[in-house]
């Protein structure tokens, strides 16, 4: 039976309500959410067996944290205790013309400064068969950094597969590292990536910056630099995302396995209630896909995309849809008709 | 002067806000509602006097139902008190890709346990003009459907118009019948017939299953079979319902006189708020159609297509629009300005 | 440095929320709010030193409206305390083919019952460089208008740049005297002028009634007659709006300065969150960009037409967003992408 | 048959939640309700047939007043619409040390001016047994107060039995009449007053101001002036308040018939949800047992007090509560256990 | 290690929020609760192992009580799937003089229609060191009551303590058996029976009727009885309760071990904000003072007498406080200053 | 004219309501406040120039901050920006017998990583008659501690009354160093002290520990030791305070000039809204009643009571009440009546 370990960050989420302003907020919508989080609890979902791991604050809301892994049947038993404070995000949802904003207060968080060896991997990864990092742990801190090398260097050892999300963050790297003098060694041990091309090129330490999710032309090229400088890369795709505005996007995939490349048709999705956490979603399916529809990649990489469009409609970081739901979708259901 | 009586269930009705999913619900908005009251209401709203005849618990739950319908104008003199519960229906509203979703519990209920004889109709239909029923009512129990055409056969003897909406709910019909065992019958004394195609012929024993709002082409030969099948029908008519999303809907109309096809322009609605009861609220445009616009069916049809939009952007089952806010649609009224 | 002063009514807004009708409302959301402050509370997110003049009720309402204009950094110390109360408007925003509705309860205002001389203007205006006023506050009573009349004569003696919004509201101008017999004299001392073309002939005098976006063709011939009729007149600028529905206008802007027309390229919105106060954006981003984009009207404009997109997107009555939003929504920013 | 008609205003009520300030509040709680509409809301609610005639704006507003009305099941069919405006007023609920306050904002309601032959009363008041109305109908304008004299004259004649609540605001009479000169004359043809003493001395032109609640030793006194003033007077009660804080209030009644005193014994009301109306609520409660409890005037009082207590613990101007929960509280349950 | 489960119902809660009554609730607040879950809720928060048994609707509702489940901490891996509907439970917060008042709509609910053998108990309860069942499951069928002694017998034989809350409830007992033909057998094999005076008299087959949880004088007679007809009884306590009103209750309670009365001092509770539950907290209390202070009778009689207490605090059917929190209550602390 | 500045931290407060739990929390009601702006809000509401000096993140956030306090009346115009968060701290309302409880997110804050000489005092204070610290800056950091003792040499130098709430907070001073190794140099330049007789003894080295409000008897040593240690000290006051439980509290006062001890009687606060604040909301009516009535000292203390029995009952920080409600409260006003 697959099971799936992820590590990285859950945080505090602050939204404000009907798109209002952070200034026109007397009340925050509160949750709990994280990009490896998000994954897990999208595999949860399918009925994949799934485990969380990070350091999270020995307080109140920590627990509150907690709760929430517990709700989501995401396991959380080697969650370590310890740290000041759980980081925060606040995020305001744009419409239209206007874009959504998010203001990270996530600095000096129990899961920043988490240390190489606080996690005993070997006894953690017993029995379990994918591992999920994201680029946003080589991200907060130079110790995160280093616990997250440690990670995953065990978990290839182990035979593991591998899965990373490069998600770059452009308010994040803060630390005095640049991506490419970090993220390199650990995709070394990694099998599966996900990326858009200009953060793959940035953290390989080559020139573009923004997070660019529509060159779709550019992407062979780029795989084929994947697959040679990652030795143990298997599969590599890329969300293709054309944003008509805040609420109104259009959504494919692109997947290539070192052999073939696979695409999914654009779909759309309007109105976008949420779309925070749709790329985990993405994530979530693919490694999903990967596992249930082994020798069917178009189909894994269209149940990535289905899961990715349905998560634009549900509140929250993490994708609340079933199974039957995300098939439903690759199917072909216009979502017309109400179920009575 | 025109007074409607209409016979039916009315139901709790808890949904979620703002597209959030079941779990995520700390609150469920409540409202009572159900298809045959719906279009009560909307009859009270275009200045028609409308009763609504059911059978509640004599219990608080209850009692919120019965104010609800006095605030509406919706006569209840009539209601019978008794059996178990009120039923209840569970609606998740959907966004984009992702469907509305309704879970029904509402087995059981005071009206599903109705026995024929409980209601006095020869007095209670006294002064009326016309008496409006549904498929549900057939379908939630064998003494709910008993009850029904007891009813249906008296108002056809009184003189009354007698409509039906067909409303072919797939999770209903639990009680050991099929359509075509129970609605033939009750269909012979009605004279106006609101349905699409396919539950038409399901309900008439042939073999489609699914509610099909689109197929115009077949709908004339179905009129005929109708016409043939029932001695008294007057008026066939069906909403057209194109499905683009969740959010977005293309409504219109097709009516047969017997003699003659009349057909309304499409309407495109997007957002949609809330599209559960957009079928009673066409369903309650077309009777006020018939009663005001005797000679004129074109417009008829119209209204019930305009009604049958607007409620698209009504929250709750019924539609709260005024009778000059539907014939303002009708003429053309872009919606794109505001009233002041 | 440029200081705004601006002239006329704050109310209290009472607005459903989710599109539900008023009598589905068991909240209102309470605002302050009101042509003339929406444009200063503009000018001061844009950085402008902006001062609201008006007259409130010595009591807790009124106070509230107070603390609203303090909290939007824009100057109240020139408020006159008097009256019987604050103007409410109540709000019902639509969506898609239904329209938003408002109704005014804004008789016997405070600022309805203002008298000439009541304000020391002369003090007031001291070191201002720019004075804004609108149709509505001519139209709410004769003293007001009388009031407004001796305001603009005076920030004109004392060369104050003045600007009016003409604002034409069918449900006001109740108080026995038309627009082109109160109007044309006020105008004379403006140098400014926002209108649409029905609403300019109108309040000259002339014959066309409802408020009219869209009439591109007839605006050059308006703009030559404004000049001629208002010797000081500078700009005259007109907001283009096609509404699609309730939920979807296509918004651009036009421009006059007396010797050329520019126009500003049509933008999308959708969905609409709340258009009421777009105008009163547009007004705002209109003075802005005279002030700050001296030899540059496209670009004014542009800003113009921005600063209104992005105040659909925005709930309540005037534009809570930033400079550098606007500037980035100018700049061809499609909002598409989380900042983070 | 027993059946009551009422007379006065009802009113919109905008109230903050949660013991919040008027400046805190981003929603206010809406809701209809008025001091002689309360009265009869109380009497729908036990049973007895209640009618309320009124003046309402011919708008949305007033509408949903009219809607509440019918979903309290008292009947509206001859409320006068025109005018310009529903009154409103602003009430923020205070807590422990810190009073509840009142904002009114009904100077100019369609209330305000109705005039007298407004109403046809001969035909509004057939076949009804019972007719009320309060000073404050004679304190909102000059022309309610003659209304009122014409209505409270023909119930009299008619054979009505007339009750007054004298209803003392402070706020109110500003239209260059005191209370004086008002409420003896229509005092005249009345039967049964509520008021306590200060109010009753300052209403019949005597020296004090204040309500007051608690004097009980000066009422004997005063019930015996009131008996001579009025002719037709056969009921005089007292609702006796004190008052430890905002929040916890004891209530007791006293009632002479002319040859009796009875009294109530004081009960604690500990917390207050909401005390606005519970004058109404004794009102409503002394009405239902003078006219149910006909020969035991000491069943009425506590009839009317159990009534007000109740209504302590109701959000909102009138009584939610039914029959039997007030004699239940009569009969000294303590409200301690659940009922399930 | 201690393991605990228990066998019940579980219900949809909806409940109107600030005190409000049935019919002015525009929401319900939704929560998941019964008495035998919420036992284990508590014991979950204390940190000891608990599981829930019971049946469950295999839809949507259903799922949300599972991950209620799951956040709680409390295992739902033997819960059984099956039958029409979950149960639902309206709840109306009485405040005050005004009751709290309960609607049951649980009637054939998937629980209610349960059958003996549906659960394999002997898997089920290996390793598990306590059951605990109660009055209710007895109540809601007949079917119910067979599974629940067969449970009992098997948790007995497997040499398990078992304990039992007489759970009273006049609303149920609907299936044509009285408690008395149905309880003493069940309570045969039961260890520690929670129960007050009357129901205790009652289910026994004497003839009181309505909770008592005040007559400690007769409570000594009562616990011999009880322990001459229950042959393997150890402990019996009884919660005392004095409702002053709905809004403060002093809370008290009693334990007999066969050889000596333990009590505890009263404690005052006011304001109440919810107390739904806190039965179900005392029972969780004093299952896991009994398991932990295990030759201290008067410790574990107070730990349950604090957890109850604190339970009128907590929104919500079970009680969310931690074993430090209630500890601290035993120990005295008044809660009056905050912790920071 | 008076004008007071004060200096200290502002913080993002998320607080759950109506007596949730964090966990139970979907929302958090979001404000901002903190001891020292506390004081200026009370200061502002009374009619008395305050400012808030203080150091904020550029960003949204911040930006919220900014307006609160531009709401509020406080001047902000030397408020510093840097930094990287805005601290918050996560507030849970107890009720009865559960106590409230305050989580601390707020180390790394903007605030704590303040250095000395970032403000020019000297202009800052130009024209401030009064300067306000508390013992919350000492406590958060080493730099925010050498910052302040920078502002209160200066402060006392240029002739400022210099005011400081003790404040000690547990969670606090973790930066290490005792409160005694910083706290009385500071105290050295300050003239009006408040606090309770533990945290004095504990902040002077002493060896008390708790926050102690009820030990009157050892007031009188306590503050002749604390005119011998301070040289400038001329006013000492503490708060009493007993706390019957969450909900209810009895408020008075002690006041020491040197010569006299003063003292409030106690006032009884129940129910307790919020009493976070409390505090501040006495030193906010502490200076008041020094500076406004000089030879009353009594009359100064009991402003002060009467503002923190108010406070009470105000939901967040401050305390939003107005110069003549607390005059009311000072003359006696039982907070009974409905003012209307």
Chains 1, 2, 3, 4, 5, 6 share one sequence.
Not at 208 to 222: A, G
Not at 258 to 287: C, H, N, W
Request: glycine letters at 8%; aromatic letters at 10%.
């Amino acid at each position: 039976m697959n099971r799936v370990v992820a590590f990285g960050e859950i945080m505090v989420r602050l939204s404000t309500e009907r798109h209002l302003r952070f200034e026109q907020a007397k009340t925050f919508t509160v949750s709990y959410g994280g990009g490896e989080f998000n994954v897990c609890a999208s595999l949860a979902n399918y009925g994949v067996q799934a485990e969380f791991v990070s350091r999270l604050p020995d307080n109140e809301i920590g627990m509150c944290a907690i709760k929430e892994m517990r709700r989501m049947n995401v396991d959380s038993k080697n969650v370590i205790f310890g740290g000041e404070r759980l980081g925060i995000y606040y995020l305001e949802t744009g419409a239209g013309p206007r874009g959504s904003n998010v203001v990270y207060d996530r600095a000096h968080s129990a899961m920043a400064t988490i240390e190489k060896g606080a996690v005993d991997w070997k006894t953690v990864l017993k029995d379990a068969t994918w591992f999920h990092w994201s680029g946003i742990t080589a991200a907060i801190s130079q110790s995160a950094a280093e616990a997250c090398l440690e990670a995953v260097k065990i978990a290839h050892e182990m035979g593991l597969t591998v899965s990373c999300d490069l998600n770059y963050r452009s308010k994040l790297w803060q630390y005095g590292k640049t991506p490419s003098e970090v993220m390199p060694e650990i995709l070394q041990y990694s099998h599966v990536i996900l990326g858009d091309i200009d953060t793959a090129y940035f953290m390989l330490g080559l020139d573009k910056v923004n997070p660019n999710y529509q060159d779709e032309k550019s992407l062979p090229s780029l795989y084929t630099k994947l697959f040679d400088l990652c030795p143990n890369l298997k599969t590599v795709a890329t969300t293709l995302r054309y944003s008509v505005s805040a609420s109104h996007q259009r959504i494919g995939g692109i997947l290539f396995d070192g052999k073939k490349i696979y695409q999914a048709a654009l779909k759309e999705v309007t109105p976008v209630i949420d779309r925070v956490g749709s790329g985990d979603a993405f994530m979530g399916g693919l490694i999903y896909g990967l596992l249930e529809y082994k020798n069917n990649n178009q189909r894994a990489l269209e149940f990535a995309v289905a899961a990715c469009c349905l998560k634009h409609t549900i509140a929250g970081d993490y994708n609340l849809v079933t199974l039957k739901e995300v098939e439903n979708t690759v199917d072909g259901d216009s979502a017309g008709l109400v179920s009575r």
